[in-house]
């Protein structure tokens, strides 16, 4: 059974800084592409940032210089250092693992940056 488990979410005011790590089981964790996706409410569900198998690294424009993912193959987890925070930073990050057509997603952990 796969699962993604998310972690360290919470509430951060403007300018704060917070780490999102995500576990993952019941994969072959260093084959898959890893990501971090987020969805405001009202809004759909956006790729923050992700990293490929060989950990190259991509990210939205409005999280460029301020969010670092990495992940660490030994403890198959993926994290997302969240620095410089924004109130627009608000919304639930989705961790997600794809390899070839499967895909899994975690539930989400809250984010949530006060002004």
């Known amino acids: 059974q796969v699962q993604l488990v998310e972690s360290g979410g919470g509430l951060v005011q403007a300018g704060g800084s917070l780490r999102l790590s995500c576990v993952a089981s019941?994969?072959?964790?260093?084959?898959?592409?890893m990501g971090w996706y987020r969805q405001a409410p009202g809004k759909q569900r956006e790729l923050v940032a992700a990293i490929t198998s060989g950990a190259s690294t991509n990210y939205a424009d409005s999280v460029k210089g301020r969010f670092t993912i990495s992940r660490d193959n030994a403890k198959n987890t993926v994290y997302l250092q969240m620095n410089s925070l924004k109130p627009e930073d608000t919304a639930v990050y989705y961790c997600?693992?794809?390899?070839?057509?499967?895909?899994?997603w975690g539930q989400g952990t809250q984010v949530t940056v006060s002004s």
């Open positions: 019941g994969i072959i964790f260093r084959l898959y592409a």
């Open positions: 997600h693992a794809g390899v070839y057509e499967l895909d899994y």
